[in-house]
């Protein structure tokens, strides 16, 4: 048994639920509701977002990789300049 949840649809919305259920797409408006929120979650869930960022991020950046080894040779030398003062 599902647990009720009240929402504000706008009329455009209803209408449409309205035409797929007619259409034989669905049992009825919450059939249609229950599907779209369960595929958002799982867009949008963790383990989503994890393959989504192992997409984005599996080739490395080599702008970005020489940018932190340029920082981290400055800081090394700053730090070191510091301690000779």
Known sequence: MGVPV???????????LDR??????????A???????????ASHGEDAIAASYRRRY?????GHDELIAQL???SAAACLAANER
């Open 6 to 16: 009240t929402t504000r649809l706008d009329p455009a919305v209803v209408e449409a």
């Open 20 to 29: 797929a259920v007619a259409a034989g797409l669905a049992a009825n408006r």
């Open 31 to 41: 059939a249609v509701i229950s599907t779209a929120v369960r595929e958002w979650l």
């Open 58 to 62: 599996a080739e490395p950046d080599r």
């Open 72 to 74: 981290a040779s400055f």
